[in-house]
Structures are given as C-alpha cells and as structure tokens.
C-alpha cells in the first residue's frame, strides 16, 4: 500500500474531543474519524487492525472447536419479552435502540445475543446427542450508553465477539467455560497485551460465575482489587473483604441524644467523639420496576462503609424477582420525585436523622399514590408506590451489639441501640464496597491493592436462565426434556484495539505489537527528487510484498522530517529509510519500539526483516480434532 494513495490525514495538535491518549493518538494518527457521539468510523488502517485481532480471534476460537455463525442485528421484541429483558434493556436506563418497524412491530438493534441464540437453540437443539456446541460471532453491536466516551472504548455502535455455549449439565458447562479462560489467554497475550483476569459482576446479563479480563492501564474505567500475593483479583464492583473491626460503644441503655444540624456521619463523630463503626447510616433510595412498582427501600451501612450501587442493585433484583424486571435504583429525594413523575412533598422524612425503623409509610404520608411515568417507555406505565419499605443491611450493620443511629426526628439520634429495640431485622445482604486497603478473606494479613483496568473479555456461566425462559430443551440419556445449560463469552474487539493503544505507545505516537499492526514495515523515500532513492525504495517495497511482508510504502512528496514524524505517529513496528545511502546500496532500519537503528545492506533488509518478524510471532495454537 502507497501513503500516497491512503487518504492519511494526520493531526499535528491533539484534537479537542478527546480526553484519553490512547484516543487521541487513534485520531492524529488517522485511524478514525467521529461521526457522531460514540459512532466512529474505521478508517483503512484500523480496519486491518481490527481485521488482525478478528484473525486471532477466530483461529484461537476455531482452536477449541466453536463453530462461526452470523445472527441477525434486528431482533424481534417477543423474543425478549420472552426473557423478560425488553422492558429493562429499552425503559429508563435501558441502552438498546429500538423501533418500530412498517407492519408496527417493535424490533430492537441488537445489544447482544443471548435470546436470538437461545432461540435458535430450542429450534435445533433435539438431543444430548449434539452436545456440547460453542457458536460465535464476530459484529457489530449496538448500545445506547448513557455515558458514550473514550472513542471505542465506549462506542454506541462497536464491534463485539460473542459466543454462546450449549450443554446437557453443568459440569459440562464447566469445562467449556476453563476452555475459554485458556483461549481468551492466548488472544490477549497474541494481541500485545497485558491482562488480568478479576472475578466479575454478572450484571444484566444474569447467571451466575463470570470472569473479566482487564486491560491494566491508567485510564480503565473499572477499578480492580487486587491481594498482593495474586490469589484474589475481583471488579469492585463485586469484590469482597473483611471490613476492620468495628469500635465497642459503651454499656448504656439506649437514649436520645440532640444532635442539631449534624446530618453526616463525619459531623456527628466530630461532635461526640464517636468513631464512624460506632455508627449505622441509614439510606433512602427507591427502586423502580417494569411493572410499575416502586419500591422504597431503606439500608443500612455500618458508618465508615461505603454502598456498592452494583450489590445493591443485585440483593433488590433477587428479593423483588416477580416485577418484570428492574429497571433503576436512585436515591428518594426531590430530584427523584420530579423524574418520575411521583407527586411532591417531603417533609414527612426526616433526612439526616434516618434510623432502620423508620415507620412504614412514613412516604406515602407525603407523595400520594403516583399516577403515570412520564419517560421511558412510549406507553406510560401506571405505577403503584409500595407502602412498606424494603428493609436490607448490610452485615458489618448487624453485627454491632450496641449503635448509634438517627431516631427518626429532626435533630436527634439515639445512643446505644440495638437490633431488638428496632422492631424486626433487616434482610442481611452484602451490600458495603471492599475498599483498597482492606484485609483479604483469603488471607487477612494480605490487603487489597487497586489498578484500573480496561474491560477487553467477559466470561460467563449462565445456567438455565434463558433456556428456561426461552423453551430452549433436550432430550437427557433417560430420555427425559431439560432446559439446556449455557455459557457466554464476549470480546470487544474494537476497545480491544484501543486498549493496546493504551498500553502501547511513546511521546511519539503508537507502538503497535506487530501481531495486530496494520503494517509491519514502513519504507520511507527521504527525498522524491532522488531517483536514486525513488529506484532502490520501489525496488525493496516490491520484494517485500512479494515475500509476504505487510509493507507501506512513504511515496508522499513531503519532507523526510515529516514522513519520519509520521511513520512514528501511526506506530508501524519496522521503518526502512532509503535515503543518501543509497546511492551506495545502503540503507537504515529503525525499530518503532525503543527506536533501534540499524545500518544495513539493501539486500540483506529482506532476511534480516523476516528473521525479526518470524522471532516476534508466537506459535501457532493446535487446533482442535
Ligand atoms: P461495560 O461494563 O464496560 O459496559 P459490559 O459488561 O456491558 O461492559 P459485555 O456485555 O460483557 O460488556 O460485552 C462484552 C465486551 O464488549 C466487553 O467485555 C467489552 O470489551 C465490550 N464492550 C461492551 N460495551 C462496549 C461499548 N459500549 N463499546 C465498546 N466495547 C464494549
Ligand atoms: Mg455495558
């Protein structure tokens, strides 16, 4: 491929759009241009990218023996109404685009593809006979993210590896999900990168193991814990630890204590010399489902805790299960009420002096029953507000004997609580986020340490969850039907590609690993006007590509000092500089990573390039019987 023929179009000034560097280099460089919020284009050299690790991944999945498919993007909304996910993916929060098409059937832009599979599976799924079956796809995928940012790192239109697994029983499904732990392994150490795998959250995709694989890097937007010693690593988001021990408080007798204006937990500390763990903070949120319930729910924190919205989310989703699905969580105060539309008046609930026994319908006596939502879904759903709250706490809260809490009046809290003066127990839940600086439950003289890291795969082990819902049934050995068990496994390939940006780049611009470089190699002609060097350059261009070697050729009328700025902007691993040596048969070979030079002979550059490249490829992954 010519420079000069590829519509290179490089920035010298990073572009304002972009926060992250890994972004902007995949900008200034020329790999993509947006075409509006979280849409991108993948310019030439990014779709051969995108085409390397696409190759990687279909020879490691092929490896294990899945078999490619490629499934529908428009989905019908009966088949998730089905599994129950419609109202949830396309309501409130909801990050599915959907329409309505010409016969005014609803259809939405696929997200993933767990229920067109599972579909496909009852249709065509007979007999344990044809177990276990892998089928993966590489597409694009569409979702409408509330926070689209990054470039591809979080796009609204991506494109995603997914593949689902089918199986007679669990163990089964097992050994096909540690068989994908081992190739998503060898995908990403293929691809340059550095990973690590954390335990995960299974999130709206259900089911119960799943494992992430993170891209570490500054800029992630999760946050991994991890123990020194590398026995555990999990996403915050479900990570777990042993909380410190939490202060005694005195022996009296519960009583009432005036703590005008000392609304926060640091306040009331402060003014009383008690310590945070001595404290239980109560929280007032309110969970919405599709339905129409809303739920208030009140929790209860020990004081130097933390909530993890994600737990949270978890523990009213597995107590509420029958509401057609969650679909939001937030706070309950007046930012809250105006949103959904729930008629006003808060001056029944007395914020900051919240205690876990605050009466049932203490809400109800300042909102009247709701009437409609008005966003969301096109139909408003007639929505009913629970007159009991939900009550959960989270352990670290009802393990204390004694406490101070607020007592539900302006002003006051009591001193000296416990759990029998407070009517019946909260439900027990995990609900407090683990904290860097926590003792592991491995080992608790290990502590939790923190890195960010950039979410590239995602393994899950479903269950039945699906097949359940979608009919998707075998026939057992005893001849008997069963839902079928099910795995799923995703890769973002086009984060993925960003991501290595992200781990691999100088002050100069990108170092692509050569296994998913657009180009291995760069010939750059220092001067145009030297026909000499125009002859020789042409001449290695061509024996390179006749040797295979993914070769560009910099035939651009431009200063050499532009076109060297450029060969490092755009991170191709190999350059070959033919300039004033030539006329000597000579020529100079830079290495991208660490800037090596090399003075060599024009006809030893071919040996020499293949011996390199060859040195740097990793062995080829057995393929399965
Ligand atoms: P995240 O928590 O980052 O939103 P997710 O849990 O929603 O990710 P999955 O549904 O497991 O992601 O999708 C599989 C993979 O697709 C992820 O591991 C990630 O690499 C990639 N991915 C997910 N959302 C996006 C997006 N908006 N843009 C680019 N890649 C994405
Ligand atoms: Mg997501």
């Known amino acids: ?50 085409q390397k690790i696409s190759a990687i991944v279909r020879q490691e999945m092929n490896g294990t023996g899945a078999l490619e498919v490629l499934l529908p993007q428009l989905q019908p909304a009966d088949l998730w109404e089905r599994s129950g996910r419609w109202a949830g993916y396309t309501a409130g929060e909801g990050i599915m685009f959907h329409l309505t098409d010409r016969q005014g059937r609803e259809q939405g832009l696929g997200p993933t593809h767990e229920e067109v599979i599972t579909a496909l599976a009852a249709d065509l799924i007979r007999s344990y006979r044809q177990l ?42 097992r050994e096909t999900y540690a068989e994908m732990d081992g190739a998503y392994r060898r995908i990403f150490a293929r691809c340059g990168l550095r990973t690590v795998a954390v335990e995960a959250d299974s999130g709206a995709i259900g089911g119960s193991a799943s494992q992430e694989f993170m891209v570490t890097a500054e800029a992630g937007e999760d946050l991994v814990l991890a123990s020194s010693d590398g026995r555990y690593a999990a996403n915050q988001e479900r990570a777990v630890s042993l909380a410190s021990e ?21 306040a009331l500390a402060a003014a009383h010399g008690f310590d945070p763990t001595q404290i239980v903070k109560v929280l007032l949120l309110a969970a919405r ?30 107590v509420l299960a029958d509401h057609g699905g969650l679909l939001e969580v937030a706070p309950l105060d007046s930012a809250l009420v105006q949103r959904w539309n ?13 205690g876990p026994d ?29 007159h009991h709250f939900l009550r959960l706490a989270d352990p670290t809260a009802l393990e204390l004997p004694r406490f101070v809490c607020g007592a539900n009046q302006l002003d006051t809290h009591r001193v000296g609580a416990t759990w029998a003066d407070l009517g019946p127990l909260p439900q027990n839940a995990d609900l407090r986020a683990a904290q860097p600086g926590d003792r592991c439950l491995h080992d608790p003289s290990q502590h939790l340490e923190a890195t960010r890291g950039i979410e590239v795969g995602h393994i899950f082990q479903l269950g039945r969850k699906y097949s359940t819902a979608l009919e998707a049934t075998f026939t057992n050995e005893a001849g008997q039907e069963e839902p079928l ?13 960003q991501a290595a940006v992200e781990q691999n780049h100088d002050a100069n611009g990108i170092c692509w690993p050569l296994a998913i470089a657009p180009f291995a190699v760069i010939v750059v002609i220092a001067s145009l006007n030297e026909p000499v060097q125009v002859a020789l350059a042409e001449r290695l261009y061509g024996e390179l590509q006749t040797a295979g070697v993914e070769v560009l050729l910099d035939d651009r009328d431009e200063r050499a000092g532009v076109k060297f700025k450029d060969a490092d902007l755009i991170g191709i691993p190999f350059r070959v500089v033919v300039g004033r040596g030539a006329a000597n048969g000579q020529i100079e070979l830079v290495a991208r990573l660490g800037g090596e030079k090399l003075d060599l002979a024009a006809a030893d550059l071919l040996p020499h390039l293949m011996q390199r490249i060859a040195a740097e490829s990793p062995v080829p992954t057995p393929t399965h019987p």
């Open 1 to 50: 491929m010519r420079v000069s023929r590829l519509m290179l179009v490089t920035l010298r000034d990073d572009p304002a759009e972009a926060e992250i560097v890994s972004h902007k280099l995949l900008l200034r460089a020329g790999y993509t241009r947006r075409i509006s919020s979280g849409i991108y284009a993948y310019l030439p050299l990014l779709w051969r990218v995108l």
């Open 132 to 173: 276990p079956v892998n089928l993966y796809q590489i597409q694009t995928k569409f979702r409408d993210e509330i926070r689209p940012r990054f470039g591809l790192m979080r796009g609204r239109e991506f494109i995603m590896k997914d593949a689902y697994s089918f199986h007679t029983d669990e163990a089964s499904l």
């Open 246 to 266: 939490a202060l005694p408080l005195g022996p009296d007798p519960c009583q009432a204590l005036a703590t005008p204006g000392q609304t926060t937990i640091e």
């Open 289 to 318: 489902f599709a339905d129409g319930l809303v739920q208030p729910v009140l929790v209860s924190l020990r004081g130097d805790q933390q909530l993890n919205e994600v737990k949270l989310t978890n523990a009213i989703s597995a």
């Open 342 to 354: 729930l008629p006003q008046a808060f001056d029944a609930i007395p914020f900051g002096y919240l």
């Open 358 to 386: 605050l009466a049932d319908g203490t809400i109800d006596k300042g909102i009247e029953p709701p009437t409609r939502f008005k966003s969301g879904s096109k139909a408003e759903v007639p929505s009913r507000l629970e």
């Open 485 to 497: 068990w099910m795995g799923c496994y995703g890769i973002g390939v086009s984060r993925l590609a």
